[in-house]
């Protein structure tokens, strides 16, 4: 005879959470904001008191921006090349501001998408059953 120990948790809408970080919005209510400067995330959510410090995004959101450019730019020279024959300088004054720009719009979108699918999933601090963990001793 099996005993199950614990409570159930409530569901979290993970594609709703993920749309409200994309928005840089509380993963939670959708109506606060998610970080108070470009990417330092608020400590709780003006609107609905959700903690949001306990979020660790940490290096996969700048991954995640590198990727997509890194494919956006390969077939942007790609394209250059096969359309005939391209001054070397082309890529200099395009695709190095590109390369730099691009992930640095992308990123705040990209890390409250992170953010909104660590809260639906109840991952580190989000887990309301588990201590605090928003301070690792690693």
Aim: charged fraction near 20%.
């Amino acid at each position: 005879m099996a005993v199950e120990i614990g409570f159930v948790r409530e569901q979290r809408s993970l594609w709703k959470a993920i749309g409200n970080g994309v928005l840089c919005r509380c993963p939670n209510c959708g109506k606060g904001k998610l970080f108070r400067s470009y990417l330092k995330i608020n400590d709780t959510c003006a609107e609905c008191g959700e903690k949001l410090s306990a979020a660790r995004a940490d290096d996969f959101p700048p991954y995640i921006a590198i990727f997509i450019v890194g494919h956006i730019l390969v077939g942007w020279m790609l394209h250059a090349e096969m359309s005939g024959p391209v001054d070397p300088m082309l890529y200099v004054w395009t695709m190095i501001p590109a390369a730099i720009v691009l992930p640095l719009i992308m990123l705040p979108s990209i890390k409250g998408a992170v953010i909104g699918l660590q809260w639906a999933n109840y991952m580190y601090g989000f887990d309301p059953t588990r201590g605090d963990t928003s301070k690792s001793d690693v």
